[in-house]
C-alpha cells in the first residue's frame, strides 16, 4: 500500500488515485537558456522512478513535463549569443532529451512548451479578471490579487502577514500589495508578444503551469512534483491562481525532491557553482548519475562529490561483475520475501536507498549460493528502478572521455594493444615486461583476468 508524503499536508498519506488505477501527474521542467545540470538531473530520474514504480505497480500514469521556451533568461540568453529565441530553445531542448535518455528516464506523456499554450494562458488570465481575483495595472502588467485567495501560503506553511514584511517592493511596481504576482507583462521593446483583452504583452511564469496543467490533466490531478526551491513561490503561485479559475482542489500530493549540494550550498546557475550533466557524463557513466541520485531519498539533501560518484560506481561495479558471471536468467521466478521487502521500501514514499539495500541482499546471496533466482530477484527490482539492464561487458568497459584532473582515458583498443603486448612478453618468457604491462594498465585503472590461458579485462 504506497504511501507519499505531502508537502503541503507534512506527512506521509496513502495513495488513492481520483481514479482507480489511474495516475495524472504534473513535474515542473526546464527552462530552456542552458544546459541541464545535476539539479535538474535529480528532478529527471525522480520523477522517472515514480512514473515506473507506479507502473510497475499496475497504475496507468499520465505524466506530464513541461518546458518553458519564453522566459527573461531566455530573452536575454539570446540577444547575448545574437541569435532567435526559437534557435536558442531548440538547440537546449535538444541537449536536455539527450541527457534525459542517457539518464535512462523515459519520456513523459507529454511534454508542453508554454510558447504553445498562450492562448490557454490568456483564458485563464480573462477568467481571474472576471471573477475579481485579478487586475490590469497602470504598467499594463496583470497582477494576481493575493488578498483574494485566504488559503495563500498553505503550501508552504507562512502567513501572508509574514510574507508581506519580508517582501522588497520595487520603485516602478504598480501591483497594489506586495504579494501579488505577475500574471501577464506589458511588452519591451524587442521582447516577443502576444496580442490579449487585456493588453499586449508576454505571460508571467507561475500562470504557465497552470493553464498547461489543467488543460492536459483537468482542474483536478493526482500529483504534482518538482524542486524543493519552487514550493515557494511558485507552487503556491500556481494553487492560488489555478483554485481562483477552476473553483475546484487543484493538486491532491505534493511532492518536492531536495535540493542537491556542494560545499554546503545549493547548486544552481544563480550561483554559479553548478556542474552541468554533460560535463559530469564525461567521467563517469550516465548509470552511475542515475545510481547516485536513487541512492539517497528524494527528499534528503544530495551531496555532490567525486567520492560520492565513485561510491555509485562502486556499487553498480558489483553488480555487473556479479550479472558477467552469471547464467541466462530469462524464466527465472523472482524470489517472492526479497521482492516483498523491495515492495514495502518502495510503498514508503519510495524509500528508494532501502530498496536498493534489498538489492545488494540478493547480489550477495547471489556471490555466496550461486542460486541464479537471487540474481533474477536483484535484477526484477532493477527493471523496476531501471538499473543494472545493460549489458554487463558495455558497463564494465566503458570509457569515459576524461579522468578526475581531466586527463585522458586509455581507449579499448590501446587496452587491447597493451593486453597483446603482455601475451607476447608472457609467451617469451619475458615476465618482468608482463608484469610492468600488468602494472601499466592497473594504473590507467584496467584490471586483468587470466582464466584457462585465456585474459580479460574490465575498467577498475
Known amino acids: 500500500m504506497l504511501h507519499i508524503y505531502d508537502s503541503k499536508e507534512r506527512t506521509k498519506r496513502r495513495f488513492i488515485p481520483r481514479i482507480s488505477n489511474q495516475v495524472g501527474m504534473y513535474v515542473c521542467g526546464m527552462t530552456v537558456y ?35 521556451d519564453i522566459d527573461d533568461k531566455i530573452i536575454a540568453r539570446a540577444a547575448e ?63 494576481f490579487d493575493v488578498s483574494t485567495f485566504p488559503a495563500y501560503g498553505a503550501l508552504s506553511h507562512r502567513k501572508p502577514e509574514d510574507l508581506r514584511a519580508g517582501v522588497r517592493v520595487e520603485i516602478d511596481e504598480a501591483k497594489t500589495d506586495p504579494l501579488d504576482f505577475v500574471l501577464w507583462k506589458a511588452p519591451k521593446a524587442g521582447d516577443p508578444h502576444w496580442e490579449a483583452p487585456f493588453g499586449e504583452g508576454r505571460p508571467g511564469w507561475h500562470i504557465e503551469c497552470s493553464a498547461m496543467s489543467t488543460q492536459l490533466l483537468g482542474d483536478s490531478f493526482d500529483i504534482h512534483g518538482g524542486g524543493q526551491d519552487l514550493q515557494f513561490p511558485h507552487h503556491e503561485n500556481e494553487i492560488a491562481q489555478s483554485e481562483c479559475a477552476t473553483g475546484h482542489p487543484y493538486v491532491n500530493y505534493w511532492m518536492h525532491n531536495g535540493f542537491v549540494r556542494i560545499n554546503e550550498e545549493k547548486m544552481s546557475k544563480s550561483l554559479g557553482n553548478f556542474f552541468s550533466v554533460a560535463e559530469v557524463m564525461a567521467r563517469y557513466h550516465p548509470e552511475v548519475i542515475r545510481y547516485f541520485v536513487l541512492a539517497s531519498h528524494y527528499r534528503s539533501p544530495l551531496n555532490y562529490s567525486d567520492a560520492n560518484l565513485e561510491a555509485a560506481r562502486a556499487s553498480l561495479m558489483r553488480w555487473y561483475q556479479a550479472l558477467a558471471d552469471a547464467p541466462v536468467l530469462s524464466g527465472i521466478a523472482p524470489l517472492p520475501e526479497p521482492m516483498a521487502r523491495f515492495r514495502a521500501a518502495m510503498d514508503d514514499d519510495f524509500n528508494t536507498p532501502e530498496a536498493l539495500a534489498v538489492v545488494f541482499e540478493c547480489i550477495a546471496q547471489w556471490n555466496r549460493q550461486r542460486d541464479p533466482a537471487w540474481l533474477a530477484t536483484a535484477q526484477a527490482m532493477g527493471e523496476i528502478l531501471n538499473l543494472g539492464q545493460h549489458p554487463p561487458a558495455q558497463f564494465l568497459r566503458w570509457v569515459p572521455a576524461t579522468g578526475a584532473a581531466g586527463e585522458q582515458v586509455m581507449t579499448d583498443a590501446e587496452i587491447e594493444q597493451k593486453i597483446s603486448e603482455r601475451n607476447a612478453a608472457r609467451q617469451n618468457k619475458d615476465f ?29
Not at 610492468?436 to 579485462?457: N, Q, S, Y
Open 34 to 68: 542552458d544546459r541541464c545540470h545535476i539539479g535538474h538531473a535529480r528532478v529527471m530520474v525522480v520523477f522517472d522512478m515514480v512514473v515506473r514504480y507506479l507502473q510497475a505497480s499496475g497504475y496507468t500514469v499520465r505524466y506530464i513535463r513541461n518546458i518553458t
Open 81 to 143: 549569443n545574437r541569435e532567435s529565441i526559437q534557435a536558442l530553445t531548440e538547440r537546449y531542448i535538444a541537449f536536455m532529451h539527450d541527457d534525459a535518455a542517457a539518464l535512462g528516464c523515459q519520456p513523459p506523456s507529454a511534454e508542453p512548451r508554454a510558447t504553445e499554450h498562450v492562448g490557454g494562458m490568456i483564458a485563464m488570465i480573462e477568467t481571474l479578471i472576471e471573477k475579481g481575483h485579478a487586475y490590469r495595472a497602470a504598467n499594463g502588467d496583470v497582477y
Open 432 to 460: 618482468a615486461r608482463s608484469d610492468a604491462i600488468r602494472d601499466e594498465l592497473a594504473a590507467a585503472g584496467v584490471v586483468l583476468e587470466d582464466k584457462a590461458g585465456v585474459t580479460t579485462w574490465r575498467r577498475a
